[in-house]
């Protein structure tokens, strides 16, 4: 093997060891972003918890029908503070968490409350979080509405 191959091919090798490690980065921070967000979850701390969206964020889950919309942060703070109205003892448990590249972190969580009329819930959950930026710009959700 020629000096100038075994150049090219040490080169490459660090070039794909360093965007490995840059990915591996994103992808921690992006993990550490979401532990954040289910830990504001459980403080129902509504206000901080709005603020890690974009203000273009988009949601997409069950009680949309599936579809996409758009969510003020006024909105989302709304909405959080009806549920937690309704099951004041809201708490997500994360089972995992899975960061798929540089934009995309995959939670399975079970969510659990108990309602005024002391009937408890609990509901199997996964979210498909996109980020830019530091910021959810992406919040689509799926479980079993029944």
Not at 104 to 110: C, R
Not at 119 to 141: A, P, S
Request: charged share 25%.
């Amino acid at each position: 093997m020629s000096v100038k191959t075994l150049l090219v091919l040490l080169i490459s090798s660090l070039f794909f060891l360093s965007c490995q490690s840059e990915t591996s980065q994103v992808e921690q921070a992006n993990k550490e972003l979401i532990n954040k967000y289910f830990s504001l979850f459980n403080q129902h701390d509504w206000k901080a918890l709005s603020e890690m969206y974009a203000d273009s964020a988009e949601f997409k889950d069950p009680t949309s029908g599936m579809k996409v919309i758009k969510k003020s942060k006024a909105q989302f703070i709304e909405e959080y503070s009806g549920l937690q109205e309704q099951f004041p003892d809201v708490h997500d448990q994360v089972v995992n968490v899975y960061p798929s590249g540089e934009h995309h972190v995959v939670v399975e969580f079970i969510s659990t409350g108990t309602g005024a009329d002391q009937k408890k819930f609990e509901l199997q959950i996964v979210v498909i979080f996109r980020l830019e930026n530091g910021k959810i710009v992406e919040d689509f959700t799926y479980y079993d509405n029944f």
